[in-house]
Nanobody
């Protein structure tokens, strides 16, 4: 199970930290991802982290967002900085079927999401 939190309404150029608590499995064995869905759009993969903590980002968030993990707490984070109105979306964390991130959306589990609104 994956449970996201930390979403909020913020002004442009603000920051947020999203958390994703995993239960029922150990994060150390899987790659993890953050995806987002803007109103009326398809899901967009934005960040991933491997079991070995290598990271990858979409061009739309590179340099502004940072994914990290705390294996002891079984939590994945997404730090959002320099937020823009176009970052408004529901943000989901998702589990890869392997030890790497998965840009094409082949996930074995996904949380319920947390809303981020930037004005």
């Amino acid at each position: 199970q994956l449970v996201e939190s930390g979403g909020a309404s913020v002004e442009a150029e603000g920051s947020l930290t999203l958390s994703c608590v995993a239960s029922g499995f150990r994060l150390t064995a899987y790659g993890m991802n953050w995806v987002r869905q803007r109103l009326g759009n398809e899901s967009e993969w934005i960040a991933g982290i491997s079991d070995g903590a290598m990271t990858a980002y979409s061009d739309s968030v590179k340099g502004r967002f940072t994914i990290s993990r705390d294996n002891a707490k079984n939590v994945v984070y997404l730090q959002l900085d320099s937020l823009k109105p176009e970052d408004t979306a529901i943000y989901y964390c998702a589990k890869s079927p392997s030890r790497l991130w998965n840009r094409v959306g082949r996930f074995t589990d996904r949380g319920q999401g947390t809303q981020v609104t930037v004005s």
